[in-house]
């Protein structure tokens, strides 16, 4: 059975300590929540497991296998949701959804496209061009990214921004089937989302100095920073 | 492979439907070029001789147009980050949508530019010079500029940045694409002109999409 562990993680954003000697396990049928105020490094933490971010001391590895020996087969097995909807505005929900399902590998991504959005309770909005969604119509058709093309792992950055409540119980089931099936999933939330059995990691646990409230900085927010510096 | 065409198709499919790049470039490519006899005068002679250094000055300042946005919507939207997460190595990704940007801007400026050369004097036997050359360099000239596009992404004011990163890069093209017409146009053989070209588009097809994904890959992190 694979596991997918971090180990010793330390992770460094501009010159901000974000978190140091973090420890996960996440097994299949696993759920693992992150929690944490803001700027404590959950989306980090995500963007790392995903291979976005490189950690600055420590590892990660899948069923005892380094991950950064196996790039590729680590990004086939992951899905990401972050907090961009990657919606062309003048593409098609479905044809929006099918682009994405081609590149993770799925053998009849327009079938799947359709399907997946009629999971997510939006069908209707097949043939909408994506400039025409409302933010909780594009949030549904970022999520159903996750159901158009397998993979084992989910790295689920606030999936519930912008969704509303039946929304969130229909996202609730879609990740008790995938984990039923084996899958694991990531998430860090704010809002409750209903996931039994899921472990708590506790990221102010590892923040390095007592957090500072006044920069409270949020990870998107790193980022324009950091193209400023680039300037 | 698929999904190299599929990515090509995508972009594809978003320019036509943006529709505005591929006629901005083209546009701006013409009107560039019929500047020139208001500015030198309408004299045949003239406008005869410096015909192949001005079409090719206007393709460079055209392809140049259009560049900026090659990553930057992908960038903006998250599409950019989901790329590097799949299967597809990002310096497929890059030559992909270079390619897209190729077919899109540059093609329209081969197709325009015979009919820029009548309107400039050019004599009948350097038309055929005059689009192979443009045919082997203006795929030189989205190689190169997705390098530029990739290293400013993020940065303001990129567009004035990466005019700056890669107009410097652009004159070798210039100056074989120019030399060649100008030689057939004496008489000479352009063949020497034309092998540096392809030596120049035979080095930048695989270096330049190594190059970009390098950059994006810092973009995206």
Redesign the interface.
Known sequence: MPVFAGSELTCLRGDRLVFTGLDFRIAPGDALVLLGPNGSGKSSLLRLMAGLLKPLRGHLSWDDVPVPEDPDGHRARIHYVGHLDAVKPVLSAAENLAFWATLGGAADPRGNALRALERLGVPHIATVPGRYLSAGQKRRLNLARVLAAPAALWLLDEPTVALDRAAIALFEEIIAEHRAGGGMVAVSTHVDIAMPGARELHLDDFTPVPHDHGEDEDAPHEDDMEGEDAV | M??FL??VG?DL??AL??GSDATIAVMFFVLCVVLFPFGVGPEPNILARIAAGVIWVAALLASLLSLERLFQNDY????L????????PMEAVVLAKTLAHWLVTGVPLIVAAPLLAVLLNMSAEGFGILVLTLSVGTPILSLIGSIGAALTL????GGVLLSLLILPLYIPVLIFGAGAIDAALNGLTPRPHLLLLGGILAGALPLAPWASAAALRQA??
């Not at chain 2, 903006?76 to 599409?79: A, F, L, P, T, V």
């Not at chain 2, 993020?154 to 004011?157: K, P």
């Open positions: 698929t999904r599929r990515l995508r499919r978003l439907r943006q903006e939207d998250g599409s980050e989901l790329l590097s997460l799949t299967t597809l993020g940065a303001r004011r995206v992190e």
